[in-house]
């Protein structure tokens, strides 16, 4: 019974055409096109494009805004940049201020903090760093548009871009700050 079965299934079962000869076994051709071709729907997927790496922490603005850059000696002794937002200074505690004479800004007490940035764009952490460790002063003549890089006491670093440079003794100046996470 059973092959009684079998062979009605052979019979009705959808086949290619086979040669009339039972000695030959039947062989199957595989092209390039069937190779190439995906085997699963899972292959058919197109591959996630993997995530970016978040911007190194020093590339992290901490503060961005307008500052006074305070006269020392006057009431407020310069400006300290790591509070959020910066603050004047008590006099060695600032990292900038405007000096005795007009057109000029100092860096921190006694340390050579600041760089002038010449670039055409506005600088990054890593060149206004890199230009303090090559060009360190401790003062700087500026001008209205005049970017100058500080490294604050707490080893930030910041690009300030001068907006208004006072012609008068003991007066402030006026800046665009940008304040960068430490590294």
């Known amino acids: 019974m059973l092959g ?56 992290v603005i901490r503060w961005q805004g307008r500052i006074t850059i305070n006269t020392i000696g006057k009431s407020t ?13 008590n006099g060695t505690s600032a990292d900038i201020s405007s000096w005795l004479e007009p057109g000029q800004i100092s860096g921190k007490w006694e340390e050579l903090n ?24 401790m003062y700087l003549r500026v001008r209205k548009g005049s970017v100058v890089c500080v490294r604050t006491a707490e080893g930030r670093i910041a690009a300030l871009k001068l907006v208004k440079v006072s012609a008068e003794f003991l007066e402030p100046h006026t800046a665009d700050a940008t304040i960068w996470e430490l590294p």
């Open 114 to 137: 600041l760089a002038e940035w010449t670039g055409s764009a506005f600088p990054t952490p890593k060149q206004c760093s890199d230009q303090i460790d090559a060009n360190p002063v």
């Open 4 to 59: 009684v079965v079998v062979a009605a299934a052979a019979y009705l079962w959808p086949r290619e055409a086979v040669p009339q000869s039972s000695h030959q076994p039947q062989t199957t051709t595989l092209t390039t096109a069937d190779a190439a071709a995906p085997a699963t729907a899972q292959e058919d997927r197109p591959t996630p494009t993997p995530t970016p790496p978040p911007p190194p922490k020093h590339d």
């Open 77 to 89: 002794n310069g400006t300290e940049l790591d509070p959020v937002p910066p603050h004047p200074g």
